[in-house]
């Protein structure tokens, strides 16, 4: 990409092979397309062709209030399960590369089996624990915390919705971190550097790219979110993914479904398009140090 | 034994009956008859909304399939979205489909044939129930149940008392799947003295206030399940819930009892979609599940009433306290204003969909 990233030095001089690697990723590239790209496209078009061409869906979508409180609260909730997701996955991860194989054995399977479970099966648990007459809330009124709603709002269907895409963070971090060499923790220290100044000016720009690259994939994710918010939430917790589904299976409105799809997907993109050139510098800092 | 007997001969009073009537009018179709090996080689594919009902209808149909020799397939859950796909690429592999209330009513001739009862015998069926485009699949209610603990000595006893939160206090559960219920807005117009008769689309958000009025604790489940589940864990004190899921809450000793006053009539309907291969075999289907015999086995595998008045499914006394076609459940139905909802289906999703996303 720029001028001074280092060549490999077998790097083939012959241009005749240069297509070789793209011939390998073409039944990607035609998978992506008949899956992705076809669909997506359709939808566009729908957006702008159903009942008749015209931005119609879109003028609709933009006047009607429901929907931009439900855009930006279904953008404020991701938000809050990314942040979750790494304020738990960060430590966690970090434990992964701390400690011997064995212990990191049963850590990652504390991981993945949750992960293969379904997402209904687990947010129906969080259901039963976080219910008025629950589990969680039992123990508070215990405490003396009486009252406490956690179903049905919007701190519940975080919860639940966090820890469902906990995996997702965890899983790039750890790659990242078991990446780091820890000697260079051990060097800082040497040189004066107290654990804190050392955690904070080596190990965490170091990470910084698996931080990234969780936060991202969560909070992509997150946005589509669809059964976990439909049954831990309120109506004060309804995501985009439910209005559309109204739209496209109980009105048959196929345009207006595509219209909201496609607000949700240009909005994400210029939120990552913002998001993207603070990272790129994270990541050089973290490539020089 | 005396009662056997008594049940034989019933029976082939019943069998003559039949009979006799077949002699008289040949080529009229009767309920639950079907001719041997007529749909040989055939295959209808059976959609409907799966779990404990969809086995039920299957083996309801069991001796249709067996006799006339079709391959029945069963697909589904139903969604009109889907079906819509299919007439519209003018692939439609549904042959029969099971919907809610509306859909064939607002859909009736673009999505859903219009019926031709030449080839159905809709004798038995409840007055009122045939559509254009429908017949209904199965009967249930909605019913409001409430909390025996909380409310004890002075139970609510009418949805004016399910929307009076001054008089009974607690948490009240509506039905959030997806569509409103029309009847439960009829009854919250009712309590600013509108009239449902009369419903015009201003009504509708009128209605929706009172909903709105229950306050912010106000429960809307999502899934049949979770309304159960609301009952047995005691989380909400009045609940509006389908018979059959308020039959089970009870059986599974949720301390809740039902207020029958005004109960919602609500139906599942059965329906052929426009552009299906071989009509005749979709007809034949229908024709059979409306059967008497067909409706008994529906009604003692689900526990939803059955749609054929000869009908005397053999049930024990915890689901027949949920039955809603005795006479007594008859007179204390209350059916929803169909004329006013069909035309204003969308509009009436809309504002209740905007309730439903916290507006």
């Not at chain 2, 049940?7 to 019943?14: D, E, K, M, N, R």
């Not at chain 2, 609510?156 to 009240?172: C, E, H, I, L, N």
Request: hydrophobic share 45%.
């Amino acid at each position: 990409m720029s001028a001074h990233e280092p060549t490999t030095p077998s790097a083939p001089k012959r241009a005749g092979w240069a297509w070789r690697p793209f011939a390998l990723t073409l039944p990607a590239l035609v998978l992506l397309a008949a899956v992705i790209g076809y669909p997506l496209l359709t939808i566009v078009l729908r957006s702008l062709s159903e009942p008749q061409w015209g931005a119609q869906n879109y003028v609709w979508f933009f006047g009607a209030p429901i929907n931009l409180t439900v855009l930006q609260r279904t953008f404020t909730i991701s938000a809050w399960v990314t942040i979750v997701c790494v304020i738990c996955a960060y430590p966690y991860a970090y434990l992964m590369t701390a400690v011997g194989p064995r212990v990191r054995l049963v850590l990652v399977l504390c991981v993945l089996i949750p992960f293969w479970v379904s997402g209904v099966v687990r947010t129906l648990s969080w259901v039963i624990l976080l219910q008025d007459s629950g589990v969680i809330n039992s123990l508070l009124r215990a405490a003396g915390f009486d009252g406490i709603r956690l179903i049905r709002t919007q701190t519940g269907v975080v919860i639940g919705m966090a820890q469902v895409l906990l995996p997702f963070m965890i899983l790039p971090l750890y790659s990242v971190m078991k990446g780091i060499d820890l000697r260079l923790m051990r060097a800082a220290q040497s040189l004066g550097a107290r654990p804190s100044r050392a955690f904070f000016t080596v190990y965490l720009p170091l990470s910084l790219p698996g931080v990234y690259a969780g936060a991202i994939i969560v909070f992509i994710l997150a946005l589509g979110f669809y059964i976990t918010p439909a049954l831990l939430g309120g109506p004060r917790s309804t995501m985009l993914s439910t209005l559309v589904q109204t739209q496209v299976l109980s009105l048959l409105q196929w345009g207006r479904g595509g219209a909201m799809g496609v607000v949700l997907l240009v909005t994400t993109f210029v939120l990552l398009a913002l998001a993207a050139p603070v990272m790129r510098s994270r990541y050089r800092e973290a490539g020089r140090s | 034994m005396k009662f056997k007997s008594r049940f034989a001969g019933l029976g082939a009073i019943l069998a003559l009956g039949v009979v006799a009537g077949a002699a008289f009018a040949q080529d009229k179709p009767v309920a639950g008859e079907v001719k041997e090996g007529s749909l040989k080689g055939k295959t209808l594919t059976l959609v409907s909304y799966g779990g404990i009902y969809q086995d039920g209808q299957a083996a309801a149909l069991k001796e249709f399939v067996d006799k006339s020799g079709v391959k029945l397939l069963n697909d589904g859950p139903t969604e009109i979205a889907k079906l819509q796909a299919q007439v519209e690429s003018g692939n439609v592999t549904w042959d029969v489909v099971d919907t809610d209330d509306l859909p064939p009513y607002v859909y009736c001739g673009k999505l859903f044939q219009k019926l031709d009862l030449t080839k159905l015998d809709v004798s038995k069926i409840p007055e009122g129930q045939v559509g254009e485009c429908s017949v209904p699949a199965m009967n249930y209610g909605v019913v409001l149940m409430y909390n025996t603990e909380k409310y004890k000595d002075n139970p609510p006893k009418s949805w004016a008392d399910f929307f009076d939160t001054a008089k009974f206090p607690g948490v009240r559960g509506i039905d959030g799947s997806g569509s409103p219920t029309g009847g439960l807005l009829e009854q919250a117009l009712k309590v600013t003295g509108g009239d449902p008769k009369a419903m015009t689309v201003a009504d509708i958000d009128k209605a929706i206030d009172v909903v709105r009025k229950l306050g912010p604790d106000t429960i809307f489940w999502k899934t049949g399940a979770e309304s159960q589940q609301l009952a047995e864990s005691g989380e909400a004190d009045m609940l509006m819930m389908w018979t059959g899921r308020a039959m089970t809450a009870v059986k599974n000793g949720a301390k809740y009892a039902p207020a029958w006053q005004d109960w919602l009539v609500v139906m599942d309907q059965m329906t052929i979609p426009v552009g299906v291969k071989d009509t005749d075999a979709s007809y034949a289907l229908l024709n059979a599940y409306l059967g008497k015999h067909a409706q008994e086995v529906l009604a003692e595998q689900t526990s939803y009433t059955p749609i054929n008045s000869d009908a005397q499914p053999k049930v024990d006394a915890s689901v027949a306290a949920f039955l809603t076609n005795t006479p007594d459940r008859q007179k204390q139905g209350y059916k929803q204003n169909f004329k006013f909802w069909v035309p204003n289906f969308a509009a009436a999703q809309e504002k209740w969909s905007a309730l439903m996303a916290g507006n």
